[in-house]
């Protein structure tokens, strides 16, 4: 997990220091808040890929702050942590803030080690999902513009048992079309 980025933010030095040890530890890179404010500023320069929130902090609680992060940062996978174990706060954490993780005070190392292990491992999968989308949007396009340019050559034409059908006409260029681009392709050797 070497150079992966973490913004952690509390209003208790503490625990941010703690935090702070912890994650160095591992190798994270990670910056710190001590305050909604000073976490949105930071969010702008910073480009985590997981932010881990306090609840309880003045002024912005976890979850608005979180949501406004995510807002500036929409791959970021939000963890909200707290010393209060409200079923209440977790639900609403997880439904209105899109919280990835809901951890209680005092953590423990090891679940805390895992769940950011999960959660670069969805960040990935939403960066890899994006990806997949947009080529796929990509080939969409291309292939509107073949149709356009050549009406009916995305159409694919079958017999009742679903065996694809190839005019004759339209097989001989395509073989007309393979054998010149083996030609040139044992030219270029």
Known sequence: MQGRKVLLIDDEPDVLDTLQSILSDDGYEVATAHGGQEALELAETFPAEIVLSDYMMPGMCGVELLHKIKQL?????????????????????????????????????????M???????????????????????????????????????SEIKTEEDGTILLE??????????????????????
Do not use: C
């Not at 292990?117 to 396009?141: P, W």
């Not at 006409?169 to 050797?189: M, P």
């Open 73 to 113: 940062l929409p791959h970021i996978v939000p963890i909200l942590i707290t010393g209060r174990g409200d079923m209440k706060i977790s639900i609403e954490s997880i439904n209105q803030g899109e919280i990835f993780r809901f951890l209680l005070k005092p953590w423990n190392n090891e679940e805390l080690r």
């Open 115 to 153: 769940t950011l292990q999960t959660a670069f491992k969805y960040h990935d999968v939403i960066l890899e999902n994006e990806r997949l989308t947009k080529t796929v949007q990509k080939q969409s396009s291309l292939i509107d513009e073949i149709e356009k340019k050549y009406p009916g050559i």
């Open 168 to 189: 004759d006409e339209d097989f001989s260029d395509a073989l007309k079309t393979l054998h010149v681009q083996e030609e040139d392709f044992g030219k270029v050797k």
